[in-house]
């Protein structure tokens, strides 16, 4: 028996549902448009990829920033106008990562380049941030210190969000791993913060995991700070695209689930769940390896 709340598009502000033209309306009244996702979920893709083009159906001057894009990578990329987004996960492809750009991002890079809209990279170098995050953030360049200075996070938000990423590694981490995460976390908010402020696109749109688009305690709460800071204003819309559980029908449950008294986006499309088998293990062998 299919989910009730599967497809089904839930506006935070409204608490109501709401159907696919005032999503579209909706991202067409954004200066800032940020996508969230899981990762490994092929649903959340095609959705992203389906709002830019209904976007870009109305928005000629806009750029695309990717979680999944490192400062390296954008080098490559910079100077170069793609035809195809094998063209362009070609390149990506030259630096080692985990990403999987064709089996998951392949949809989302079509529509941004159909659309002719700048891509950006909205990450550093992974060895740059392992790094920056192991000697503190006072290691970080300076343009992502002041963000962090900027946009100070509360003793609950970091509990909170450090018992996110205890769960999300099966509570596999020691006290101190799981705080340096935390501070990785607060930082590659910041840099995607930073990556979105100094595009000069009419609408800046940023593709990242879930997490990264909260409303309480990620990137828009670093816009929103620096924004303010600078005199200046922008909409920001955070859309996250929520798995459904099995007996899991009340909205209200998957906002606690979350740590949150209200759903932490301003829209959220709820979508079927991927089944994720091992994925424990396969962490715990990991540890293993590398603890070596």
């Not at 981490?173 to 913060?193: E, P």
């Amino acid at each position: 028996m299919e989910h009730p709340l599967v497809g089904r598009i839930w506006d935070v502000k409204q608490q109501a549902f709401i159907d696919h033209k005032a999503v579209v309306n909706n991202i067409l009244e954004s200066d800032f448009l940020l996508l969230g996702e899981r990762h490994d979920n092929l649903i959340h893709h095609q959705h992203q990829a389906w709002l830019i083009q209904q976007l870009s159906r109305s928005v000629d001057d806009a750029s695309v920033a990717f979680e999944m894009i490192d400062n390296y990578q954008a080098q490559r990329i910079a100077t170069k106008q793609f035809e195809t987004a094998d063209e362009l996960i070609a390149i990506l492809n030259k630096s080692k990562t985990s990403w999987r750009y064709k089996q998951r991002y392949k949809p989302v890079f079509i529509e941004t380049i159909a659309a002719g809209y700048r891509i950006d990279s909205a990450n550093l170098n992974s060895k740059r941030l392992m790094h920056t995050v192991m000697h503190g953030e006072d290691k970080l360049p300076p343009e992502f210190k002041r963000m962090l200075d900027k946009t100070p996070m509360s003793l609950q938000h970091q509990n909170d969000l450090q018992r996110v990423i205890n769960e999300s590694h099966c509570n596999m981490l020691d006290d101190k791993t799981s705080k340096k995460m935390v501070l990785g976390q607060r930082m590659r908010d910041a840099i995607m913060a930073h990556s979105l402020l100094k595009s000069q696109k009419k609408t800046k749109v940023l593709i990242a995991g879930n997490g990264h688009v909260r409303n309480d305690r990620a990137v828009p709460l670093y816009l929103r700070s620096n924004l303010e800071a600078r005199n200046q204003t922008g909409t920001i819309l955070a859309i996250g695209f929520i798995e459904v559980e099995s007996g899991m029908t009340d909205i209200g449950t998957y906002a606690k689930q979350l740590g949150s008294e209200s759903l932490p986006f301003d829209i959220v499309w709820f979508t079927p769940a991927v089944e994720r088998k091992g994925a424990c293990d396969e962490l715990r062998e990991h540890f293993k390896k590398h603890s070596k």
